[in-house]
């Protein structure tokens, strides 16, 4: 009676210990740290190996052949699933660094790079544009300009803004537009100026440019 009454009190720690360590060994496979699924999970595998051979030879086949199979089957598919979610980490983190340190050098040199502008006086602008307006606005339409001159007038347009005209020789000038409030205010006739501006073609056959700003 106590025989039997042993036996089935009887318990296999060994069997436990095995799905413990399989767990452990698991969760060492899934963390994304390098090393930590070779170094301590491969191991904990192979201690939860024994411990199921120890289980099978106590209390029977059935006590850790599960245990036997998980760590010869099973590991290697979680074990290779954690290399995966690891590999995709690296790169996506590697992406990111790479579109970040791009953004961080296009700001570089976007503050780096002065922008380098054509230097030209009204009355070279306005020659140019009646020698060919076709050549003058291959050469100056859209480019960034420093233009030098004498303020001829100070007007408005008929959005009151300030519109300065240059003297360019004879009866010829240059407009310029996008002069501030605050800019056009201090100017009067006869003031030399150096504008950066824009240049805009040519309006009612002379030279102009947009966006300006004194220097």
Not at 94 to 109: C, F, I, L, T
Not at 186 to 200: E, H, P, R, Y
């Amino acid at each position: 009676m106590n025989a039997i009454h042993d036996g089935v009190a009887k318990t296999n720690p060994a069997g436990k210990a095995a799905w413990i360590l399989l767990i452990i060994a698991w969760v060492c496979f899934l963390i994304p740290i390098p090393g930590t699924g070779m170094f301590l999970g491969w191991p904990i595998n192979l201690v939860a190996f024994i411990l199921a051979i120890v289980a099978m030879a106590k209390g029977g086949t059935m006590k850790g052949l599960l245990q036997l199979l998980l760590s010869l089957v099973g590991s290697p598919i979680v074990y290779f699933i954690g290399v995966s979610l690891l590999g995709a980490a690296v790169v996506a983190a590697g992406e990111q660094g790479q579109a970040a340190q791009k953004q961080q050098a296009a700001s570089q040199a976007a503050v780096a790079v002065p922008v380098e502008r054509i230097e030209v006086s009204a009355r070279e602008l306005y020659e140019a544009y009646k020698a060919n307006e076709i050549t003058a606005n291959a050469k100056y339409k859209g480019k960034p300009l420093l233009i030098s001159g004498r303020v001829r007038s100070i007007q408005s347009d008929f959005r009151d803004k300030p519109v300065v005209s240059l003297d360019a020789g004879d009866f010829g000038s240059v407009t310029l537009n996008g002069v501030s409030l605050e800019d056009a205010g201090t100017l009067s006739k006869g003031s030399d100026i150096v504008a950066a501006c824009t240049g805009n073609g040519e309006m009612l056959s002379f030279p102009a440019a947009s966006d300006c700003n004194l220097q």
